[in-house]
């Protein structure tokens, strides 16, 4: 008890300039607007809270959509990274080939690829969790493919000494092994996923955030446009907490510090 | 006197040389950065079942490459190896060849027990002919009471009993070692020399050693190749023949001088009576 204690005591002791900082700043920032030296087309802090906790069921009627674009297409890029990984991993020869690819599909701007999926696809939740995998699929798959070849050379023979099979290899070895640099993708990758749900929705749908923040922005409502960006930020920041977390909870410390 | 788990697979080694290990007229060559180097050439040497072998010599010899061979981590240019009759590539498939590396190689992720485990899972139930279970092994090399902890909470001392715990999961009719006390200081290493001599001879395998310490190999084997580089062939095969099991004070015996000395002579030749030359 008193160690978890003290943790959270030298936690707290480390935010506090943080937290001083960003009161600090908002407070400049509700000064500034409320004395009349802001532009108007600034809005205070106060009236975004004000605006989220008021509008709370209306902003989460959009939010809700977005969230699920963007955690549909993480997942999906996770699965397909997974799948290319191991193929890679069964046949080395094709790795080169596929990070290029990859590295191409990920050079074409989210913006460009969404009229074409709309095309093929049509205006669909589908076509936006798509677009959401595919900005964040590139990051997921180099990391782990990083990871599935930092295997140690001994640890390598030591399981070709057991006669492993390649199956056996890949899970008991490989994977293991990838987590850690995984984890480094999936953080990148988190954000990335919610970011493209809010293009892929700017590009046409019915609800969404990003449909939200449009709106708002062509009928000049700058609470709104301003609560939609507060919103969104904190919904990446909390994306990237929960990768983190994640990781906390099923990587031993040990293994958490090899990559950090 | 063998660990009970053991006893019947001594008894059937007694009647078998299921462990017998025959190297002969080894070649390997490799080409670094586009010239040919001969690592090893005509290399030679047998072991009963249940005999102990070090291979000493300079480094580059080709020692490692001897003992990743008789693994079947790499294929030999020349020449035959087998293991109780089994060429390597079987001799490893059918679980016979336990491999212990001078890094203790243990998956970080894993604990004490799961590490020892791993052959096991990797094998599935047929294979394991084994009657000493992952706990009986773990109690052998003295881990007890640590089979849940993970390998980064062990000394390197511990990691490595781990590591030859692993290495014996399958009952293998061959130990293969690679400098696998070469981190360790010599306090531990001596206590780690002891122990391993007792586990070989509990378990009966069939045992080859590579070493960079006179004294080590000395102490541990029954026979020791002498290698030299360049190219890599063996110059002198020494037998010691101090009774087992064996004490550290064995040392003084004027055996183990001798073996030592014969040892010394084979690795520096003419120069072993040289007094040192200061320039």
Known sequence: ?260 | MAHPAFQSRLATRATASSGRLSVEQVGKAFAIDGRHLQALQDVSLTLESGEFGALIGPSGCGKSTLLRMVADIIAPDAGSITIGGLPPRQARKEHQIGFVFQDPTLLSWRTVLENVRLPLELAGRRAARSQATPQDLIELVGLAGFEHARPSELSGGMQQRCAIARALALAPQMLLLDEPFGALDEIIRYRMNLELLRIQAETGTTALMVTHSIQEAVFMADKIFVLAAGPGRIVDLVSVGIERPRRLSDMNAPAFAAAVARVRDSLFGDQAGNPAHVE
Not at chain 1, 64 to 84: C, N
Not at chain 1, 181 to 186: A, E, K, Q, S, V
Request: charged share 10%; net charge positive.
């Open chain 1, 1 to 260: 008890m008193s160690s978890s204690g003290r943790v959270i005591r030298r936690q707290a002791k480390a935010a506090l300039p943080a937290v001083v900082a960003i009161a600090a700043f908002l407070g400049l920032w509700e000064t500034l607007v409320q004395s009349g030296l802001a532009p108007t087309t600034i809005a205070p802090p106060s009236r975004i809270l004000a605006l989220l906790v008021a509008e709370r069921g209306l902003l989460w009627f959009h939010v809700e959509p977005t969230l699920l674009t963007a955690l549909v297409g993480f997942l999906a890029a996770t699965l397909a990274a997974f799948a290319i990984g191991l193929l890679v991993h069964a046949y080395r020869r094709i790795e080169v080939t596929v990070l290029t690819m990859g590295a191409v599909l990920d050079s074409v701007p989210i913006i460009a690829l969404a009229p074409i999926l709309i095309i093929w696809l049509g205006l669909s939740l589908t076509t936006r969790m798509t677009l959401a995998a595919i900005i964040c699929f590139f990051p997921i798959l180099v990391s782990l493919l990083q990871g599935l070849n930092a295997i140690p050379r001994n640890a390598d023979e030591l399981f070709l000494v057991l006669a492993a099979t390649p199956i056996q290899r890949f899970r008991r070895l490989a994977l293991p092994h990838a987590v850690p640099y995984l984890f480094i993708g999936l953080k990148i990758a988190a954000p990335l996923a919610l970011l493209g749900a809010l293009i892929a929705e700017s590009t046409g749908a019915e609800w969404g955030l990003g449909v939200f923040m449009l709106n708002a922005m062509f009928s000049l409502q700058v609470d709104q446009v301003w609560a939609s960006v507060v919103l969104s930020c904190g919904l990446s920041a909390a994306a990237y907490g929960l990768v983190c977390l994640f990781e906390r909870l099923i990587l031993p410390a040990s293994t958490r510090s090899r990559v950090a």
